[in-house]
């Protein structure tokens, strides 16, 4: 059975950093593209960033270019999500979703997710 945990949300103040973790087990990463999106209050889920099973990274929002960071590491079944220089507009909860084969935008193609994680950037 294929799960997805994530980790590492918090409270934070403007301009500090943040590392999210999601857990994977039950399946072999490699094939696999892993997905974070988040989800502010009233809004909808959107695509932050995506790595593929061999490791090439894509950000589905251009403004996240530069302060956020996808890595994985295959052999631990991890995919970390750092997020460096955060404001108040990544304020969401944060979801990691896995889908075999490649990266897409779309939420409704990612067959398993995790529970989330809140991140709140404020002062």
């Known amino acids: 059975q294929l799960q997805l945990v994530e980790s590492g949300g918090g409270l934070v103040q403007p301009g500090g950093s943040l590392r999210l973790s999601c857990d994977a087990s039950g399946f072999t990463s490699d094939t696999y593209a892993i997905a974070w999106f988040r989800q502010a209050a009233g809004k909808e889920r959107e695509g932050v960033a995506c790595i593929r099973g061999s490791g090439a990274g894509t950000y589905n929002i251009d403004w996240v270019k530069g302060r956020f960071t996808i890595t994985r590491d295959n052999a631990k079944n991890v995919v970390l999500l750092q997020m460096n220089d955060l404001k108040p507009e990544d304020t969401a909860v944060y979801y990691c979703?896995?889908?075999?084969?490649?990266?897409?935008?779309?939420?409704?193609?990612?067959?398993?997710w995790g529970q989330g994680t809140q991140v709140t950037v404020s002062s």
């Open positions: 979703a896995a889908r075999k084969y490649g990266c897409i935008s779309t939420a409704g193609l990612f067959d398993f």
